[in-house]
């Protein structure tokens, strides 16, 4: 099975690093004109120049970023036919006791890993409902299925709502076309903050979790790329509403 996207806009969030600048390689390569978003400008644009792709240095936390950022793509390339939500993230924080989180930590994770996907979602559905077609796919995670390994409350409750959101995207875009999915990664070591999670767990820890995953290694980003490809492509089109597991049989 050949998967191309000659011919089809992209737009990948999170492409500065890691799993996002797997997922927008891979379309690159596959023939996507590819837009990237990342609230980090300079990594964006290095990934975007070694792409030939087009890079938005953008924070998507409000729907008017969002909305500014469709309407940028829509008109440079009349339309927008693939998104992908790799943005999100622990933003820094790391596991605490409950008593110890703040509002501002609590929220600045569903802004990222949430409300930065529903905006995007509500910028780009007029567009892809016009066009009647459209493939959505949002990067969750194991800790959206089950409690998260990073401890951290808010990333746990947030990648929670990002696949029900996803799922609920999925009944409502359904008859115009589009279709909307997620992918849920297990352990990635794709950026510093998964490296200081590593890390931290020090050799018996590291042991354990390799041990505890069916095909006894980590993910990698191109695993993870691999299964997003998939869903976006026309040999998926008949699939919507879906969260798969991409961790090596963890699961």
Known sequence: MQIRFDGRVALVTGAAQGIGR?????????????????????????????????????????????QALIR?????????????????????????????????????????????????????????????????????????????????????????????????LAWEFGPHSITVNSVAPGFVRSNPATERQWQSYGPEGQKRLVESIHTRRLGTPQDIANATLFFLSEQAGWISGQVLSVDGGRS
């Open 22 to 66: 797997a997922i927008a390689t891979a379309l690159a390569e596959a023939g996507a004109r590819v837009h990237l978003a990342d609230i980090d400008a300079d990594g964006v644009k290095e990934t975007a120049r070694s792409l030939g792709a087009t890079a938005h240095a953008v924070d998507l936390g409000s729907p008017e970023a969002a």
């Open 72 to 168: 940028t793509i829509a008109s440079a390339d009349d339309g927008l036919d693939l998104l992908v939500h790799a943005a999100g993230g622990v933003r820094g924080q790391v596991g605490r006791p409950i008593e110890d989180i703040s509002e501002e930590d609590w929220r600045a994770i569903f802004a990222a890993n949430v409300d930065a996907a529903f905006f995007l979602a509500q910028a780009a559905a007029p567009v892809m409902r016009r066009a009647g077609y459209g493939r959505i796919v949002t990067i969750s995670s194991g800790a959206g299925l089950r409690p998260s390994l990073t401890g951290i409350q808010a990333y746990a409750s947030a990648k929670h709502a990002l696949v029900g959101l996803t799922r609920q």
